[in-house]
């Protein structure tokens, strides 16, 4: 049998991680990180920081993991992220076939939350339900971008008797929900903010959240739009990468 943990590590700075995530990083034989080239070397950096500094038996190993390039043709958007994931599925269970022995445990660490827009959990589901070896795996929780951003803005992200949406940039460029008074959104690489500037907007931007590189923008969306574009194109042109989210909300009647 072989043992998988997907550990959700928070949202960038090692004091997000949970005692529970460092009881499974204590718990792994192998950690499958991700190389996505020297661009975002600071994110494998930073998952091998947190391994060094919360592990106390230092005979892991570390597999790099090459991650399939992603199409950008997105005319069929489901059709594409299927192919993508397909391809990452393949790769993963090669490599917990031939990096995994019988009676290990290896483990992905997972930015944020592992349950909240990212997909972790259903390529190993689909691994474990027709691989040709034994696999289980567990679920260990983190503080995902959406809590970081709203304790380091002091906010609540919902009000009172409200609820809360969440989606991606590419459906907040469809418009603002017509049911939603706060919205937060996730995986906007095309600032679709620019979508709505024209809706009385409040905006509460962050980037780089709880690292030393954090920024945090607030205010009217008409009025500070285009401070965040600035600061989201200096950063991502100094860095190399960039992650960043938001909520829009509607002011209080």
């Keep these: 049998m072989r043992k998988v943990l997907i550990i959700g590590i928070g949202a960038g700075n090692p ?13 792994a034989d ?14 494998r950096e930073l998952r091998t920081e947190i391994c060094e500094r919360f592990i106390k038996e230092k005979s892991y190993r570390l597999v790099d993991v090459k991650p399939p390039r992603r199409a950008t043709d997105f005319t069929d958007y489901k059709s594409n992220v299927e192919t993508w994931h397909g391809e990452i599925e393949a790769s993963y269970e090669r490599l917990l076939m031939e990096e995994l022995a ?14 909240l827009y990212d997909s972790t959990l259903r ?3 689909k691994i474990r339900s027709k691989a040709g070896f034994a696999l289980e795996y567990d679920v260990i929780p983190g503080i995902s971008a959406v809590q970081a951003l709203a304790a380091r803005h002091h906010i609540a992200l919902n009000r009172i008797g409200e609820s809360v949406h969440i989606t991606t940039g590419r459906k907040l460029a469809e418009g603002f929900p017509d049911n939603a008074g706060s919205v937060v959104v996730l995986l906007d690489g095309d600032q679709a903010f620019k979508h709505v500037a024209g ?9 780089y ?21 600035t600061i989201r194109t200096q950063r991502r042109q100094q860095n ?14």
């Design 123 to 125: 390529i190993i589901e």
């Design 102 to 115: 019988d009676g290990e445990c290896g483990a992905f660490l997972v930015w944020g939350d592992p349950a």
């Design 199 to 207: 809706e009385d907007l409040d905006i509460y931007w962050g980037a």
């Design 15 to 27: 004091d997000y991680v949970t005692m529970q995530a460092v009881k499974a990083l204590n718990e």
């Design 209 to 229: 959240l709880g690292t030393e590189e954090e920024v945090l923008i607030a205010g009217k969306l008409s009025e500070v739009m285009g401070d965040i574009e």
């Design 240 to 253: 190399g990468w960039i992650m960043d989210t938001y909520l829009l909300r509607k002011p209080e009647a």
């Design 30 to 43: 192998v950690f499958f990180i991700p190389d996505k080239g020297t661009e975002k070397a600071a994110l």
